[in-house]
């Protein structure tokens, strides 16, 4: 079956030090793949998102993430994280030509001022 | 611009009773989704609609039903609630790109 695998459940971090949250994901044909994140209180928001091409995205905020086809994997990076980055980040696989979309256990991030 | 409006944003229900979560989303999406979210757990699929008149079945849809009799709406309805329907309920809308969801702004849902 498919899954999505989140590497850590809990992260903290002080300002400025760069962020590295890790999604593998098992499903052998075409994926999009997408980063989501949910500030306290709120909805899930699109952070970033692959589809083909080039397999480093940026997304906002300063995101970006690497696609490495060959280790099925899809990791968050941010060079100097913020306060206000504080909240829950969500690794999301949708399978080209399906129509679910399977999300990861989510990585609670605290960045300490 | 509203997007997809869910209502209510919380409700307390007692065991055994029913209720409707609303969804609707003004963007003429085809695709619509109820997830439920736990801690630690992500979200999990419970329904999704590929259009009107179509529904099917996620990961975890027992104890629940849904309808799309409409593009713009799609409810969810809990039958005889239990504590293990205690949760927060996503509804999202898609245009049809796998994965690339737009979420309301969830109903936190609480059976005593």
């Known amino acids: 079956a498919q899954s999505v695998s989140q590497h850590n459940h809990h992260v903290i971090l002080s300002e400025a030090a760069s962020l590295e949250l890790g999604c593998n994901y098992s499903?052998?044909?075409?994926?999009?793949l997408f980063w989501y994140v949910q500030y306290p209180g709120q909805h899930l928001q699109l952070l970033l998102k692959?589809?083909?091409?080039?397999?480093l995205v940026k997304g906002i905020k300063g995101f970006e993430a690497e696609f490495i086809k060959s280790k099925f994997s899809f990791n968050l990076r941010k060079p100097s994280v913020q306060w206000s980055d504080t909240a829950e980040y969500f690794c999301a696989v949708g399978r080209s030509g399906g129509f679910k979309t399977i999300f990861g256990a989510g990585t609670r991030l605290f960045v300490k001022a | 611009n509203a997007g997809v409006t869910q209502t209510p944003k919380f409700r307390i229900l007692k065991i055994g009773q029913s209720m409707t979560l609303q969804c609707t989303q003004d963007?003429?999406?085809?695709?619509m989704y109820w997830y439920r979210q736990d801690p630690g757990m992500g979200l999990k699929l419970i329904y999704y609609s590929v259009g009107a008149g179509i529904t099917d079945k996620g990961e975890v849809p027992n104890g629940y039903n849904v309808s799309r009799s409409t593009t713009e709406d799609f409810p969810l309805r809990l039958e005889l609630a239990a504590p293990s329907q205690t949760s927060v309920y996503f509804c999202?809308?898609?245009?049809?790109?796998?994965?690339?969801?737009?979420f309301g702004e969830g109903s936190r849902l609480t059976v005593l």
């Open positions: 963007m003429n999406h085809n695709y």
């Open positions: 692959y589809f083909s091409g080039d397999p």
């Open positions: 499903y052998g044909g075409t994926v999009n």
């Open positions: 999202a809308s898609s245009y049809g790109v796998p994965g690339e969801l737009f």
